[in-house]
């Protein structure tokens, strides 16, 4: 059993409650927790939290390992370490002393499933009885005496020849829990090191580093998101559930009556206004729908059941339009929605979407749900 632990307090002074502050357009502590989620060494996440609004941003996500940990006040203050929050959670789960307890610190958000997967294999080797990560640092360090610390300044060295520095970048520990009781820290035992990516060394603590490691985000870890976003030419989404909260209204005379967002029709006209086409598709077949699409100029509407079901449409208007399923991308929230979600090149759902539909691989889960702007939302993403 490998339980990986996250502490993140809702007290930040440097940037106000930052852990769920959006990092490239998603809040900060859930880039772990999405890597975690994904790394099948890991069989449960613990987010350890003070905060209301933390414990509200991880539920609403609906993740499969993730169960939140109400940390004491005691252990959320300004003066508490993190062993102490450590300590507190494995008194409170009563957890056996062999599990493996690997503490994930959030403000490290470009740590990636496959760090922590190679991680846990190197620890499972035996070799160590605790494992920290580090990066190669390639500057030279000076003592305060004025004497060189890591390199003689007679003979500089080329950075082609110098092995460098390990620096701890704090993105992650493994160690057992018995090791952890005994010691009271992190680390303990023969301790190894597994050495991380060069653009892996900066925490987040100050809104310099924020700014920095976007940039680092973007360029190392979504760059081939963005390049298969680049490639979208038409964008999909459902109705029910989706363009609307998923609720029937009706008025005393029989009629129904559906409500839209206003915030999702900007989002539809800035996608045709960047030249990406837009279209409806619903199984149910009104004239509100009609309307609606009309008023959002989309380019296609299918409404009704069809043989073939969604997929079949999709392909319809790719066949029409010249393009491929991997130019399209495709927001819907129900089981009918799920063979055009495996088939686009960029799928998305609400964040009250079925519970099989979150499980749809590589799918971007919004925060807003049906009806609130998740419309919008996915369009923002697309476009920046």
Not at 68 to 90: G, K, P
Not at 130 to 155: E, P
Not at 362 to 369: C, D, G, R
Request: hydrophobic share 35%.
């Amino acid at each position: 059993m490998v339980t990986a632990f996250i502490p993140v307090r809702g007290g930040s002074k440097s940037i106000p409650l930052k852990n769920i502050k959006l990092f490239c357009g998603k809040p900060l502590v859930c880039w772990n927790i999405e890597a975690l989620e994904n790394c099948n060494e890991i069989d449960e996440i613990i987010v350890a939290t003070d905060s209301d609004k933390i414990e509200e941003t991880v539920v609403s996500r609906n993740y499969k390992k993730t169960k939140i940990y109400r940390r004491s006040a005691e252990n959320a203050c300004d003066t508490a370490s993190t062993e102490s929050v450590m300590l507190e959670y494995i008194a409170y789960a009563k957890l056996p002393e062999s599990q493996v307890f690997m503490l994930v610190q959030a403000t490290s958000p470009l740590t990636q499933t496959q760090h922590f997967s190679d991680a846990m294999k190197l620890y499972k080797s035996g070799k160590y009885d605790s494992i920290l990560t580090c990066v190669r640092n390639y500057r030279f360090f000076w003592n305060a005496d004025g004497t060189s610390m890591n390199y003689d300044y007679k003979n500089r060295p080329r950075r082609q020849n110098f092995d460098g520095m390990l620096m701890e970048n704090g993105a992650f520990y493994i160690n057992t829990v018995k090791n952890i009781l005994a010691s009271g820290n992190r680390l303990s035992g023969k301790i190894g090191i597994y050495e991380m990516p060069e653009y892996t060394a900066t925490e987040i603590d100050e809104p310099d580093d924020w700014i920095i490691l976007e940039k680092l985000m973007y360029k190392h870890v979504l760059s081939s998101k963005i390049s298969d976003i680049k490639k979208i030419k038409l964008f999909l989404t459902d109705v029910d559930g989706t363009l609307t909260d998923g609720s029937m209204y009706y008025s005393e005379n029989g009629d129904e009556l559906k409500k839209f967002n206003t915030r999702d029709g900007l989002g539809i006209r800035l996608l045709r206004e960047a030249g990406i086409k837009v279209g409806i598709i619903t199984s149910e077949n009104t004239k509100i729908v009609e309307n609606r699409a009309k008023k959002l100029n989309a380019d296609y509407l299918f409404q009704g059941k069809i043989d073939g079901g969604k997929l079949a449409i999709a392909q319809e208007i790719c066949q029409k339009e010249g393009i491929s399923l991997n130019e399209v991308a495709y927001i819907g929230d129900d089981v009918n929605c799920i063979e055009l979600l495996k088939s686009v090149g960029l799928a998305a759902c609400p964040a009250d979407a079925q519970d099989l539909v979150k499980k749809v691989p590589n799918i971007h889960v919004m925060q807003k749900k049906g009806g609130e702007g998740c419309v919008r939302e996915w369009a923002e993403r697309i476009l920046k």
